[in-house]
């Protein structure tokens, strides 16, 4: 096994063991581009390292040979004292993890090479020395674990002796005097002194960056963005460049289109005479990467070739690191950019536009979350605002909330429920729970790509940055905007599309792309903007490859409507219970506490033509479109008074001798449809089982609903759905009492109404009897709710508050089973279910209901388990039918 790479041995495709920024080095290299040289030790070194406490013992040899053939090809070795090579050690994952992992700059410098660095660079004393005390701070920092803030506070003082205001107004003395300082720092707080050798250094810092892979901020990092916790960093060793050498060098950032609106243009910044860190840390504001072209033309135009070249060969936005030294261009880093929502959609048209990519290809480059997102609220601009101030729009939404200036004050408060903005002069990955916890980040330094402006696209999280006019004030909790003085608490609106920050609440409105499913946009028309364009195109390519068809989960006519609009092409799942509850309660009420069959027949009489009418508005609002509607399921105490409440009323009334009769019926009713475990008791089939004439009753009102429209000139598409049938018995029950009641609609009406019988899939029993089951069964629509309920044994109204949050935390689950399908367990179920009912009836109709048929990645488990159909809620329908049409491409 082969654990070092030269930059010219990998490429681009080999992410899993060079890491991206490896792998990307690599390929540049390859491409013929100014890469400074260097090697790459693989993920699989780290893993080791991970595994057993120690670097797999072939990787010291491999690194010396590869560092023979570095130094033979710079012509100087590392931490020669006369001639150094200097490298930097740097993390890349698989993922990027903007800022998570450590990078070391400057190793090879020493007390004896310092002085040949500035012999290399014609005698500059003060380079040699500011590149020395990075290295010392960096190095003391990441690798010796010494608390940074020594070092700056070092740094700080020797600012305020010299009266100088920037670093860069140190001069050589001074640095070699700071450079003091920073080792006693170091032998004081590391217990060991800077380390003098050369190799020694490396060694260590790789060390270091095996290590900075399980550190808590990126623990918490890969949480968060669903990141593998086992994949290990890759680590680069590369040669050494300089944008510290004064004027004429520099370093900078930037993106081959806008990341926020994928706009083609010159986007970037720019610092001079800078080393890397500089930039992403916002330590002096930099320049607009346009004003480069004034200040090194040569190196300006190169660059703009290079990133064409990126773009052609990525055929994607990239984003890159560069750094020139003394006029000369070198490429740092590339990767595929990470961009807004609206930008993924603009950018996949733009590229279909340029030939660069197919549909199928464009659809990859988005997806059903990033929909979501644009499917978000904004501001209304014709609102009274008053506006603070404007910074860069990083990323997008509209953020209300109150102040606050720092990350515990914003977790503290999120917990308790308040919506807060967590404002800093910029953040550092320990912001990262305050920027989870927040509802936005606002901060006042820094500019596209400064950390708030990466994680916070990387989050979907609004975020305006650099707003240079609001003073951050994070130790008085406030910020000042001229004589405008915010102060912890107080609301604060901003508008991460934009970049403006407003004082108090903003009112907000329905986002275009929203407008634009409603049907009030048209693509196409003036008013329409290019984000509407590109969805609008996007949808079409999803919608010409999916194969799955997309319901919605509808219950009155409403809704179905509006889901139509967004695209539903029928309902697959009618609650019926909905339809209980208001006004209709009291009737409920009377079907439950009937003593005698009149009674409850009675009841029922009065509920037919309530649900009747029901159901001929859902009919005609899906006409034309099958409409599945589930017989009652909940457990009935759900209609009745709670239990305390009416206990507490039955004995005050008693005590004040003037009881109610209904509440004592009522109180006794409630307390005989108790019970302990009421998501296993009576209720779905059950309760059709029980109570004789309710299933019934709904199925009348279903087929005299059908036989009206049709009488109308509608064309409705009814299916009656069982809900929690465990066994074929009680399916084939339910079934010949709905035929029985049907064919009597029938015989009244002179109509044939094709009216489909089918169940829920939502036991784990009837998933495993499934082919029993389609005996009496025409279609299945896989409840998956009350499957991974029921499969798990977890309560899904309990456990995210008891224990989710510690299995999320151990890794049990990278992500709620209700939220994505557990496709080991609950999918494998659904998978035997769907070959067993298939088996038994062909044309068996196949679809799932339930809360993932609207998860992205569900969808895809659907469609790759050969269901006919998913079904979820209007406002999710569009994010199926796009999930659907990758799950296709
Ligand atoms: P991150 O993953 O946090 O971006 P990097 O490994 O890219 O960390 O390094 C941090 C900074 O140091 C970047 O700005 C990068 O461009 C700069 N840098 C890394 N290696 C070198 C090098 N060999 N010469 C000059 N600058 C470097
Ligand atoms: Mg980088
Ligand atoms: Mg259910």
New binding site residues.
Partial sequence: QKFVYDFTEGNKDLKDLLGGKGANLAEMTNLGLPVPPGFTITTEACKVYLDSGDAPKELRDEVSAHLDALETKMGKKLGQADNPLLVSVRSGAKFSMPGMMDTVLNIGLSDDSVTGLAGQVGGDERFAWDSYRRLIQMFGKTVLGVDGELFEDALEEAKTAKKVKVDTDLEAADLKKLVKKFKKIVSDEAGRDFPQDPREQMDLAINAVFDSWNTDRAKLYRRQERIPGDLGTAVNVCSMVFGNLGPDSGTGVAFTRDPASGHQGVYGDYLQNAQGEDVVAGIRNTVPLADLESIDKASYDQLMQIMETLETHYKDLCDIEFTIERGQLWMLQTRVGKRTAGAAFRIATQLVDQGLIDEAEALQRVNGAQLAQLMFPRFDEDAKTQLLGRGIAASPGAAVGKAVFDSYTAVKWSRSGEKVILIRRETNPDDLDGMIAAEGILTSRGGKTSHAAVVARGMGKTCVCGAEEIEVDTKRRRLTVGDTVVEEGDVVSIDGSSGKVYLGEVPVVPSPVVEYFEGRMHAGADDADELVEAVHRIMAYADRRRRLRVRANADNAEDALRARRFGAQGIGLCRTEHMFLGERREMVEKLILADTDDEREEALKDLLPLQKQDFIELFEAMDGLPVTVRLL?PPLHEFLPDITELSVRVALAESRKDANENDLRLLQAVHRLHEQNPMLGLR?VRLGLVIPGLFTMQVRAIAEAAAERRNAKGDPRAEIMI??VGTVQELEIVREEAEAVIAEVQAATGIDLKLALGT?I?LPRAAITAGQIAEAAEFFSF?T???TQTVWGFSRDDVEASFFTAYLEKGIFGVSPFETIDKDGVGSLVRQAVEAGRKTRPDLKLGVC?EHGGDPESVHFFHEVGLDYVSCSPFRIPVARLEAGRAAA
């Fill in positions: 399921d779905g809900p929690l829920m939502e409840g709710n009350d499957l339930g």
